[in-house]
């Protein structure tokens, strides 16, 4: 029997996450912090920031929308790619989703990011161009609706936060990890997006 990988990811992220909640020597070497990469050359805090969260429930959010999305994507990317596909998929995604974000605060010292929000953002955009009408419940909206309206409301959300910078939730990982969850699914097989069109409006 098969092991899930994103079930491993999970378990992984939680262990981790769990470890740094009562490690704070942990947590800031983990966490993304722009000057740690720029002058002390610590690039690997672009990738193990997606790693650590800042309480329970943030860790808790993420990792339920991961798992419940990433089962199925990660079955159609092991068919593309093979398990080790999905698996640096989800790690670029990580990746790809902060570099707008590092280069911004890049001389910022007291800019950190953390949390694997963007990873998780692109395996959902992933999962809704196989399925945009699956029916997904989303806090704090109380009933289903379509996966391909909540991309949009997603979005629009998420932009408009992203300007008005009033809170600590980095929006922009957010948008960057949808983008490339979209851009990399559809440059891997472009006839996910016949399929998305024809699934949305057949």
């Known amino acids: 029997m098969r092991i899930s990988i994103t079930l491993a990811i999970v378990a992984l992220t939680v262990l981790v996450s769990w470890r740094a909640f009562g490690d704070r020597r942990l947590l800031e070497r983990l966490i993304l912090w722009p000057p740690a990469v720029e002058r002390g050359r610590q690039y690997e805090r672009l990738l193990t920031y997606g790693f650590v969260h800042a309480d329970w429930m943030h860790l808790l959010f993420n990792m339920l929308a991961l798992w419940s999305f990433g089962t199925a994507v990660e079955q159609v990317f092991s068919q593309w790619l093979g398990p080790l596909g999905y698996v640096l998929f989800y790690l670029s995604a990580i990746v790809v ?82 983008a490339y969850g979209v851009l990399f699914t559809v440059l891997l097989e472009p006839r996910v997006v016949g399929h998305f069109t024809r699934s949305l409006f057949g």
């Open 97 to 178: 989703s902060i570099l707008p974000t590092y280069m911004t605060h890049r001389q910022d010292p007291h800019y950190r990011s953390l949390g694997a929000s963007g990873g998780v953002a692109a395996v959902l955009f992933a999962f809704i161009l196989f399925d945009p009408w699956s029916k997904l419940i989303i806090f704090p909206i109380p009933v289903p609706i379509p996966a391909f309206l909540f991309a949009v409301l997603y979005v629009g959300y998420s932009v408009w936060m992203d300007r008005r910078g009033r809170d600590n939730v980095n929006h922009s990982a957010h948008l960057w990890g949808a």
